[in-house]
């Protein structure tokens, strides 16, 4: 059965990084999926920040992310990443990975930014 994992939140001040892994396990082919990491504010609802695009290898960023946050992956370790950078209480939420084009989801990680 395949399932994907994050980790890596926690509670950071304002200003601060984060990186958060998302590891797939269960024999998928991790390498032919595009991944995407989504969040969900409270009171929000979910909201999709970026994404591969898995014909070209290229990301798609949410506008609103102002080039803070970048995606990663290391397809020999089945683990895509996210950095966060610069971040800000209003990014406070639950943030979690997907493997596009999937019923995929990761049981999301908390991120608490503090002012």
């Known amino acids: 059965q395949v399932q994907l994992v994050e980790s890596g939140g926690g509670l950071v001040q304002t200003g601060g990084s984060l990186r958060l892994s998302c590891i797939a396990s269960g024999g998928i082919s991790f390498s032919d999926q595009a991944m995407a990491w989504y969040r969900r504010a409270p009171g929000k609802q979910q909201r999709l920040l970026l994404a591969?695009?898995?014909?070209?290898?290229?990301?798609w960023y949410s506008d609103s992310l102002q080039g803070r946050f970048t995606l990663s992956r290391d397809n020999a370790k089945n683990t895509g990443y996210l950095q966060m950078n610069s971040l800000k209480p209003e990014d406070t939420a639950v943030y979690s990975c997907h493997f596009v084009g999937t019923d995929l989801w990761g049981q999301g990680t908390q991120v608490t930014v503090s002012s």
């Open positions: 591969t695009i898995s014909s070209s290898g290229s990301t």
